[in-house]
């Protein structure tokens, strides 16, 4: 149902079965899929596609143009998958040319003023806790949870199936598959219960265990320790992906809490 109190625009495309609600505000060049639907006071700008079965809260705000100096009104996107929930007052802005779209994947939850800023790219099943913060350029890889109030510095890059603590700062990268908390933003350990519940075997768990082993616990330099990783563990996709990531990484890698007296330690 579209209430009669909504002010959509003549172009925009609203898809079979979407439920509209009073006073939100859709604007030209909009696309909503099917089953989507948009609460009270929503507002959804100009260049945003929202996809299938989407919940979208009050206050939300979609596709505003960037908060960024350089941008001069350039056409960009701001895209959001199907079965994705963006609860209330989150904001998430297009992009600029540096990647042209600002990208939230299907089957995510966006909890309550969360922001999603210009050309960020979350993957699909990533969780953003309230308040979370995300900065212009970060990537943000499939399955990934990000704690309350947690705030992610701009082209940082947060691996996939992480679990990064409530109230982080976010200013390196975080490796796929890791628990991540204090401050500075540390490696506390593997996230072996995320990988369990999503059925990770006991041997993938285990190699992820002694790749993550050799790289912060045995305390050799970055280099080092992926050259240690190469000799000692055969080449499977989960050890070439891990070491991709690393070698990819243009700001550094978050390191080992000098506190932490082993790999597993820390509970949340």
């Not at 495309?13 to 909503?32: R, Y």
């Not at 308040?131 to 990934?144: E, R």
């Not at 890059?157 to 490796?175: E, N, Q």
């Amino acid at each position: 149902m579209i209430s009669n109190l909504a002010h959509i625009h003549p172009n925009a495309q609203i898809g079979a079965n979407v439920t509209i609600d009073p006073f939100a505000v859709i604007h030209d060049d909009v696309v909503i899929g099917d089953g989507t639907h948009v609460m009270s006071n929503v507002t959804i700008f100009s260049a945003s596609r929202i996809g299938k079965n989407c919940n979208i809260f009050p206050g939300a705000v979609i596709g505003a143009v960037p908060q960024d100096l350089k941008y001069r009104g350039e056409y960009t996107l701001a895209e959001i998958g199907d079965n994705t929930t963006i609860r209330e007052c989150v904001t998430i802005h297009r992009g600029t040319t540096d990647k042209n779209t600002t990208k939230v994947g299907s089957n995510c939850l966006i909890m309550a003023y969360a922001h999603v800023a210009h050309d960020c790219i979350v993957g699909n099943n990533v969780i953003l806790a309230n308040s979370v913060q995300l900065a212009g350029h970060v990537t943000v890889d499939d399955f990934a949870i990000i704690g309350g109030m947690s705030a992610a510095h701009q082209f940082t890059h947060i691996g996939k199936h992480t679990y990064i603590a409530g109230m982080s700062a976010i200013r390196k990268d975080v490796p796929p598959y890791v628990k991540a908390a204090r401050e500075p933003l540390s490696y506390v350990g593997i996230n072996n219960v995320g990988l369990s519940r999503r059925g990770y075997s006991k041997e993938t768990i285990e190699e992820i265990f002694k790749i993550y082993h050799i790289l912060f616990v045995e305390k050799h330099i970055v280099s080092k320790a992926l050259e240690l990783i190469e000799q000692m563990l055969p080449s499977t996709e989960t050890r070439d992906e891990i070491l991709a990531f690393i070698k990819s990484s243009g700001i550094g890698i978050i390191k080992r809490h000098s506190q932490t007296s082993s790999d597993e330690d820390i509970a949340f």
